[in-house]
C-alpha cells in the first residue's frame, strides 16, 4: 500500500512540475535598441556617428541623431560621453543631447516603450590646448544605458553598472 500511495503522490508532483513549466512561457527580452533611421532598431549602434577621418580645429562642431527605443517596461537614461586614445582630446571636446552643453557625458530621460530622436552635438573648445593641435586621436562616441533616473553621469559619479551599451 505504500508503495501505491509512493508512485501516485510523485506522479501528482510530477503533473504539477510539467503543468508549471509550461505554463511559465518565456518573456520576450526588454532592452535598448537603436536606430539610424528609426525604422530599423538593433541592440548594437554599428553606424559612425561621425567620420574616423575628422580633423578637428578649435571652435569646430559636428552634429549628428540616432533614435533610441526603451522596449522595456522601465524608464531610463541614456548618456553619451567620449572615449579616446588622447585625453587632452576628451578634454578639448564637450557633448550635448539637444540644447544642452554638459562637458563630456550628456543624457537624456526616455520613458518605457518610448521611441525617442537623439541629437548630438560633439564641440571643440575655442580654448583647446596645443596638445590637440599637431597630435592625432581616435574619438569614440560612447552611448550608455541604464535604468537610473539620476540627472548626473556615471561617469562623473562613479557609478557605471547594470548598463547595456553601444558605441560608434
Known sequence: MK???????????????VVLLL????????????????????????????GRDIRWVPQDSRSSQFHVFNDSDTDGRLWVSLASDNPAFVRAL?????????????????????????????AMSEAAGNDTRTSTARIDLVLQWDHSMSDVCPELSGARMDMEGAQS
Open 3 to 17: 508503495h501505491n500511495t509512493f508512485v501516485a503522490c510523485t506522479a501528482a508532483f510530477a503533473g504539477i512540475a
Open 23 to 50: 505554463g511559465a512561457g518565456s518573456t520576450p527580452a526588454q532592452t535598448v535598441k537603436y536606430s539610424a533611421d528609426g525604422e530599423r532598431w538593433d541592440t548594437d549602434f554599428v553606424s559612425p556617428l561621425f
Open 94 to 122: 564637450d557633448v550635448s543631447i539637444g540644447d544642452t552643453v554638459t562637458g563630456s557625458c550628456a543624457l537624456t530621460i526616455v520613458a518605457a516603450g518610448e521611441k525617442k530622436r537623439i541629437d548630438v552635438v560633439v
